[in-house]
Each structure stands twice: as structure tokens, then as C-alpha cells.
């Protein structure tokens, strides 16, 4: 099935097409969402049929009642996973991938800001033979401050990650069912799913999209949950945090045989007292900081194979509901 422009393949009547999307507490959206997409995979005039896949991540403010509604509506159309409590995107996401059944599955946010207008493209690519097509972003209607940050984290995290990760692609992407299976098959809880969707190789390719703004300006992901996903970025695909203190603890080795050779020299041959007090303080807190950071980053490490260890599920339903067209 791979192969470059010479290697077309189609959606045949049997295929299906998968939407996915975690909603968490967007009941002011959940309406609006669904109907846009509905509506872009209509005008797609597939040969084959579709469906969407709706993830209610814990909400509380009417997510939950408003996605029975939609079910109903849609009949036919839509899947409704609740799961019991806010398990987060990263969990919510794995659970909408393990509920669709498509041959590809377009994965989104449910937020306004990916834009539909991608199915089109991400299709054609497939038909290409790329088993991933990911949304590059090329403009985001955000904050500048948060665009600063993301540009920075996807560069940086770029720099000491060790597969080679595309710039400025998050969750937004078709994936091939072959790949869905193969991120299905990763046990790991910390998911950073660009890193795993980059991990998994086949042919993939990126086509630009530009970021629209949220429907609301509150971000559902606070400034904890984007740290944490960061932090599972760099641990679940680096050891550049601990290659740093190892250099860090060899030059401090080599600065302290230095300092010790100095002294003696001065002890035996000059007789001149070296004065060691500020140095020793400077010395000792500077080592002390250095030891606990490192400390800090292994216990990253430790707690992430304790995750893996204690073994629980990424996510938990609570009930599935899907109502047939008739
Ligand atoms: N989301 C979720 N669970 C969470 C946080 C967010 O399912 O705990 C969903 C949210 O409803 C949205 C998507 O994940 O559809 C992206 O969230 P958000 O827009 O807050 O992230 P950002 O675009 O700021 O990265
Ligand atoms: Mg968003």
C-alpha cells in the first residue's frame, strides 16, 4: 500500500471514516462542533460513510446531557463515549481512538480551533499512501505569549527529543487504522501522542492549517495540564535530562580536582594560606543545588516507570451511547 503519487488508493464503499473528539465542559460548543463537521464530511461526498466520535471528558456544565441529545439527533451518525470522571486530553484522546472504527480516523480538538476545511487535504494525502497526515500549523489565533511558548516547547523539545518529532504539529492528524492499532498497542499512561504518533513511522507527511481562535477564550488545558504534557513530552522521549547532569557532575569533578591541586600547591610550596571560606560556601550550595536538580530528574524517570507499574487504565467509561438510524 505504500508508494508515492504512483500509489493512489481510494476509500471504497466497505471503508469508513472516523472523526474523533474530546470535549471537556464545551456544552456552549457541543452543538456547533458537531453540526460544522457533520456538515464538512457531507459536502466531502465520500463514497464511503463516516462517523463521529465524541469523548465527554468528565464535563459538569451540560456536556454530558447535550451529547445525548446529539446522539439522537444524528442518529446513525454518532458515538457518544462518557467516561466516569476528567481523566484529561491525553486519556480522553486514547479513549475516542479506541471507540472509532474507521479505516482512517481524523483526530481534532472540539474547541473551533481545528478547522474542517483540513479533512479535504488529509484525505488526498492518504490517497497518496501517507498513513499519517498531520496539521501544520501555520497560524495561531492565540495570545502571543502562549504562541511564544508553544514555538519555543515545539523547538526546543524538538532539539532533545530522540526521534525526530515535526515542528509545530499537535494533535490534529488523519491517522491510518494500522497506526491506530499500533498506538492502541502502547501500553505507556503518560501519553504525549505527537511523540507517539512520530514514533510509530509508516509514511507520513504534514499539510498546513492554519489555527483558528477557541469559540470562547478560556482554554480547557491550564497552565498545569500543558506542563505536565511537556514534561511527558521531554521524559517520554529523552534522556537529555539526565546526559546534562552527568556533564554537569563531570565538569564539577574536574573543577574540584583543580581547586584541590591549587591548594596543595600552596600548601607545600608557597606557604600562602588560600582563603576558604567564601569559596567553600559558593562551592557547597552551587553542588547542593546541582545534586537536588538531578535528584528531581530521576525521580521524573521513577515516578513515570511507577506509572507504568501500578498498571491502571488510561481512562474508565462510564456508558457508550449510539443511537441507530431507524
Ligand atoms: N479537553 C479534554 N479534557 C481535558 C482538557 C481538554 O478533553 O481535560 C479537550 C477540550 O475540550 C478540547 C481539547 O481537549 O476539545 C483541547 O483543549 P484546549 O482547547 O483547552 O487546549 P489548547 O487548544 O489550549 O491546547
Ligand atoms: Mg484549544
Known amino acids: 500500500m505504500m508508494?508515492?503519487?504512483?500509489?493512489?488508493?481510494?476509500?471504497?464503499?466497505?471503508?469508513?471514516?472516523?472523526?474523533?473528539?474530546?470535549?471537556?465542559?464545551?456544552?456552549?460548543?457541543?452543538?456547533p462542533f458537531t453540526e460544522e463537521v457533520l456538515q464538512?464530511?457531507?459536502?466531502?461526498?465520500?463514497?464511503?460513510?463516516?462517523?463521529?466520535?465524541?469523548?465527554?471528558?468528565?464535563?459538569?456544565?451540560?456536556?454530558?446531557?447535550?451529547?445525548?441529545?446529539?446522539?439522537?439527533?444524528?442518529?446513525?451518525?454518532?458515538?457518544v463515549v462518557h467516561l466516569t470522571r476528567n481523566f484529561g486530553l491525553a486519556a480522553a484522546v486514547s479513549a475516542g481512538?479506541?471507540?472509532?472504527r474507521g479505516s482512517v480516523v481524523i483526530l481534532m480538538d472540539a474547541d473551533h480551533q481545528d478547522d474542517?476545511?483540513?479533512?479535504?487535504?488529509?484525505?488526498?494525502?492518504?490517497?497518496n499512501g501517507f498513513d499519517v497526515v498531520y496539521a501544520q500549523r501555520t497560524v495561531r489565533e492565540e495570545n502571543p505569549l502562549k504562541r511564544a511558548v508553544f514555538w519555543l516547547f515545539y523547538r526546543a523539545f524538538a532539539w532533545v527529543?530522540?526521534?525526530?518529532?515535526?515542528l509545530d504539529a499537535g494533535n490534529f492528524a488523519l491517522l491510518d487504522r494500522r497506526v491506530v492499532k499500533q498506538l492502541q498497542a502502547m501500553p505507556e499512561r503518560n501519553r504525549y501522542l505527537p511523540g507517539l504518533?512520530?514514533?510509530?513511522?509508516?509514511?507520513?507527511?504534514?499539510?498546513?492549517?492554519?489555527?483558528?481562535?477557541?469559540?470562547?477564550?478560556?482554554?480547557?488545558?491550564?497552565?498545569?495540564?500543558l506542563w505536565t504534557l511537556g514534561m511527558?513530552?521531554?521524559?517520554?522521549?529523552?534522556?537529555?535530562?539526565?546526559?546534562?547532569?552527568?556533564?554537569?557532575?563531570?565538569?564539577?569533578?574536574?573543577?574540584?580536582?583543580?581547586?584541590?591541586?591549587?591548594a596543595l600547591y600552596h600548601r607545600l610550596f608557597t606557604g600562602k594560606a588560600v582563603i576558604a571560606w567564601a569559596s567553600q560556601l559558593v562551592m557547597t550550595s552551587f553542588l547542593g543545588g546541582i545534586n537536588l536538580l538531578g535528584i528531581g530528574m530521576i525521580g521524573e524517570y521513577i515516578?513515570?516507570?511507577?506509572?507504568?507499574?501500578?498498571?491502571?487504565?488510561?481512562?474508565?467509561?462510564?456508558?457508550?451511547?449510539?443511537?441507530?438510524?431507524?
Open 161 to 166: 527529543a530522540n526521534i525526530s518529532i515535526p
Open 116 to 127: 474542517p476545511a483540513a479533512f479535504k487535504p488529509f484525505l488526498e494525502q492518504w490517497g
Open 40 to 79: 464538512a464530511l457531507d459536502a466531502l461526498q465520500l463514497a464511503c460513510p463516516y462517523e463521529l466520535v465524541l469523548v465527554d471528558d468528565g464535563s459538569w456544565d451540560g456536556t454530558t446531557e447535550a451529547l445525548d441529545a446529539l446522539a439522537v439527533q444524528h442518529a446513525g451518525k454518532l458515538r
Open 303 to 326: 515516578a513515570r516507570i511507577y506509572d507504568e507499574v501500578k498498571a491502571r487504565p488510561v481512562y474508565i467509561v462510564d456508558r457508550v451511547v449510539e443511537t441507530s438510524r431507524e
Open 97 to 100: 481512538l479506541d471507540h472509532a
Open 3 to 31: 508508494g508515492g503519487q504512483d500509489m493512489k488508493r481510494v476509500l471504497a464503499g466497505d471503508a469508513l471514516v472516523s472523526v474523533v473528539a474530546p470535549m471537556f465542559n464545551e456544552v456552549a460548543n457541543a452543538a
Open 197 to 225: 504518533r512520530a514514533w510509530v513511522g509508516f509514511k507520513q507527511t504534514g499539510v498546513p492549517v492554519a489555527r483558528r481562535g477557541r469559540y470562547d477564550k478560556k482554554a480547557r488545558m491550564r497552565f498545569r495540564d
Open 232 to 262: 511527558n513530552a521531554v521524559f517520554s522521549f529523552s534522556y537529555v535530562p539526565l546526559f546534562v547532569f552527568r556533564i554537569a557532575g563531570l565538569l564539577s569533578l574536574m573543577l574540584s580536582a583543580g581547586v584541590i591541586l591549587f
